[in-house]
């Protein structure tokens, strides 16, 4: 296998040439309803790419094609998926997709067969929620479990937390709805104190998750919880189950009344499918409900597989994103989800895209000499549409942009008003704005007119919809964005699995809390904050 | 009073010819324990402004100050104190200011006193929230109202939020909680839904929040909630307040259990403390409290008089942002509040300054032929350093930061680990990330030496700081942002009070609701969406 910086490759020549076809895409000419038809490509779990309002012309993606073959992405997602150590920086294997399912070769590990480890967890973890729905496993004072609160950090919180906000409504619905979830993420002492002011302790377990077994918020957040707990009269190791790997000094210790194990296989922000996602889902929902999530992206993994970019759409998203990013010079993609359940997705896919291919040198530790991930944001519309959508559509700069919708709602609970229902209004909406975004308005008259109500249009989109945003839709909504982003990493030659990035600031820190920083500047800014 | 387009002042050449010092500006060197202490200016509410870790010298703050003089920057904002049309493309003055107090001359608007009108809703609503805390007003059923629930849309919701969630944790401290808050905004009706199953409908009092009272998420969201309320044997009448503007279509209606007015002097965006916040945060917390906000906010607008750049810290931030955004070339801001309290404070701040500077044409309606608004997006630390900080820190671009952090927590509920509390390590993690933004680390070797552990720094951040978010800091916190923006828009020479951009969307969906969208594009997207 071949592993060529992005530069280096005869397309990136070919796709500089092109990069005037990006920027003079005529929407107002192209977008027509035949463009909107065909345009799209089918996704697991019944859901649709559609790419129609994208500036990409056949050319451009015949030369996208080219750069998938050239830069071999689906080989090497298959040499992945059959257990290559494509983590350079930290010399691991990058599993997270067997957490869902096998698609490639058995993969084993210091003589142990990693997807039996994985199957035996999530098994592990089922019964254990089950012990607790069926009041077999109870509270220190014998109560049965109302509440869960995870206590976890970045990959151990922002996918779990989207994931579980995202099915409340449908469980409440469906009847699906077991322990009400919360989670505890910061190492602020106020975020603790916030969550347990409306917990009764008694009724509530709590989950630890820390890989490492290190990770300074969560043991923090943990002894805050376990203080909280003892004062209550209540018996903390009653009280909490750990999700860690087998070789941290959490692992295999009676201070909890269970514990779950994940390996350096899995990355944080890849998390959300192991037990880091798995054990606090699965009280809250079900077992059932985070099977159904993991079949559903394991459907997701298993459509990545095709190498024509025309029908794989986690393949061809990655790749319009790196024409945006790199030829057409658009520093930021918007994730604006027509969906209030996924109202923290955007949070969890900003950690999933920066944190994976904000990088500056490829899989080797050489500086690369070209734009690697984007800045990604987002929020809900209609909600961003009353908000920041005015710099999208009359800013001076462009913003490409992923939308998200859905023909349904979870809660099945509407009003009309004025002749449509609420789902109707949501969904005219969304239309709309991806119309409005591309073809833009003139407005008539000369120089001397105010140009104010004028949109200058050009704004690209893709979206993606679906029926209803089930837990399989969400699985394969997640793995689908994975598996951009790991494509964007294969173009780019980053090693997307680690995070060097974080460790600087993590070494200051100790420092600082260890009496010698080594640098007046940094005890000046200690100073100020009263430290 | 003269209004030039930014270049077409002598500043912008002057700042042009410095851009190279702020491109070249060596932090390792620079940024000493001298400079953090000198380069800081008070705030109102105690607040400090520390830019020592930005990339200004001597020469680009007199510039700067050069360009404050030359576009009249403080005098602008008096002119718009004291009731000028400020607000051009509406026609309208820009009275936000004027809710928290009297800074300039009595403004008038057809015989009538607008100070007088806001102090006296600012009255009437204080009232209100003490009739509901003393048990006065109460629900159909006669029970206590013991939540309150916002529906609203945009600066309906978001400063309002905000703001409610930065102070739960603290009145919960100070014994200051009375009602619990919660909002809807999206048309999706999930989002109602979803809300609706934690409350009990006959102990919660709804505030519609529609200054038009046109505003089609609202008035669905409304029916939606008026038919729970008859549903559960409900009198919707008793359960409903309305703040809209005097000429709506919801003012003086006996539908509502009260009304109270905001005017068209007022921008959504602007609006948190008017009645829209007002209410909300009084039923919440308390009228003391939501005047305390009030009084921190006009602190901060009195200190924004001030004509030295170095010693107003609105108007500095408000030029360091320009001469990133238009000199150093960063199109993006990141808003990083050291605060778990201000958690949605970002989502304001990116409606606040995306929604007033994101423009493409000036006050007059002329494009203009520089960049504007950056795009603005965050999330507290210390949970953002293990998400997209792995990108701040080593991605191929450079993003503008802009630190809050306080030397105390609101809940004074804390717990000691390995020597330190768990504030003491949320402020040590803030102070070392301005450091390893500022100052990186270099790995030494040939360059066959792997450099992913390196940290190219130059990463330029703010840092505003306090003793402890209260309301009253709260409230600085606010309007200091507003002030910046305002600033900024002045700079610009762009309106900051509109938001045209939003318009098109509507056009477009109201078109489809009625059945003819005179674009077949626009119908194949909305047959996709099973409309």
């Not at 322990?179 to 002011?197: E, M, T």
């Not at 994103?321 to 790199?326: D, P, Y």
């Not at 700069?397 to 859905?406: A, M, S």
């Amino acid at each position: 296998m071949q592993y060529l910086d992005f530069d280096k490759t005869a397309a990136y020549g070919r796709l500089t040439d092109l990069a005037p076809e990006g920027r003079e895409f005529n929407f107002i000419e192209k977008l027509n309803a035949e463009r909107v038809e065909k345009c799209r490509i089918a996704m697991a779990s019944g859901l649709t790419y559609n790419w129609a309002a994208k500036a990409v012309t056949e050319p451009v993606l015949d030369a996208l094609q080219a750069l998938a073959d050239e830069q071999e992405l689906v080989a090497k997602y298959k040499l992945l998926l059959d257990g290559e150590i494509m983590n350079t920086g930290e010399n691991r294997k990058v599993l997270h997709h067997l957490l869902r399912g096998q698609l490639g070769a058995p993969v084993l590990s210091e003589g142990r067969n990693i997807g039996d480890f994985y199957r035996q967890e999530l098994e592990r973890f089922s019964a254990f929620a089950a012990g607790i729905h069926g009041g077999k496993i109870r509270s220190s004072t014998g109560n049965a479990f109302k509440s869960v609160v995870q206590i976890g950090i970045g990959g151990s919180d922002l996918g779990p937390r989207a994931l579980s906000i995202a099915l409340e409504n449908w469980a409440l619905r469906e009847g699906r709805n077991h322990l009400k979830a919360a989670f505890i993420s910061n190492v602020d002492p106020d975020d603790a104190s916030r969550v347990v002011a409306d917990l009764n302790l008694d009724e509530t377990v709590f989950i630890l998750v820390s890989k490492s077994g290190t990770t300074q918020e969560t043991l923090a957040n943990e002894l805050f919880i376990k203080d909280k707990l003892k004062k209550a009269g209540l018996d903390p190791s009653k009280h909490m189950v750990a999700v860690t790997s087998e070789t941290s000094p959490l692992a295999h210790n009676p201070a909890y009344l269970d514990s779950f194990y994940i390996d350096d296989f899995v990355g944080g922000r890849y998390s959300a499918t192991s037990a880091v996602g798995g054990v606090i889902l699965s009280l809250a929902f079900g077992p059932a409900v985070f099977k159904e999530i993991l079949a559903g992206a394991h459907e997701a993994d298993r459509f990545a597989l095709e190498k024509d970019i025309r029908g794989n759409a986690s393949l061809l998203d990655a790749l319009i994103g790196v024409w945006e990013r790199n030829f057409l010079k658009l520093p930021y993609t918007a994730v604006l989800p027509y969906s209030q359940a996924l109202s923290r997705f955007p949070a969890h896919l900003q950690q999933l895209d920066m944190e994976s291919n904000g990088k500056r040198v490829n899989r080797d530790g050489r500086p690369v000499g070209y734009a690697t991930g984007p800045v990604v944001f987002g929020e809900p519309g209609t909600n961003g549409q009353h908000s920041f959508y005015q710099h999208l559509h009359q800013g001076t700069d462009i913003v490409p942009l992923q939308f998200i919708g859905f023909s349904e709602s979870q809660g099945r609970d509407d009003v009309e008003t004025e002749g449509s229902t609420s789902q109707t209004k949501l969904k005219a909406n969304l239309a709309s704005q991806i119309v409005a975004f591309a073809k833009g308005r003139r407005v008539s008259g000369d120089e001397n007119v105010s140009r104010n109500k004028e949109f200058p249009g050009g704004r690209p989109s893709s979206l993606i919809y679906g029926e209803r945003l089930t837990p399989a839709v969400l699985g394969s909504l997640l793995a689908h964005f994975e598996n951009k982003v790991m494509f964007q990493g294969f173009v780019w030659n980053l090693n997307s699995f680690d995070q060097e990035g974080v460790q600087l600031g993590k070494i200051l820190t100790k420092k600082i809390l260890a009496g010698d920083s080594g640098d007046p500047a940094l005890d000046a800014y200690t100073r100020l904050l009263g430290l």
